[in-house]
């Protein structure tokens, strides 16, 4: 008998399901959760912006010889 995969829950910038994000008017959202900052805007006008999504992705750093030192 197979074992069945859990599907992980998808992670959304949605006030319902995080209670990080919340909804400032005018289609924007802000989230709590940021490594580096407060606050980062995760939706303008109701269209993602770079932040989208940040805890759900994978931050590497560059490694010692992708680095160009001048």
């Avoid at 992670?11 to 606050?39: Q, R, W």
Wanted: charged content about 25%.
């Amino acid at each position: 008998m197979k074992r069945k995969k859990k599907r992980a829950k998808p992670k959304l910038c949605d006030p319902a399901i995080c209670s990080h994000c919340t909804y400032i008017g005018d289609g924007d959202f802000i989230c709590d959760n940021h490594p580096d900052e407060a606050v980062v805007m995760v939706l303008s006008d109701w269209e993602p912006t770079e932040h989208f999504l940040h805890c759900a992705q994978t931050i590497t750093a560059p490694k010692g010889s992708e680095v160009a030192s001048q």
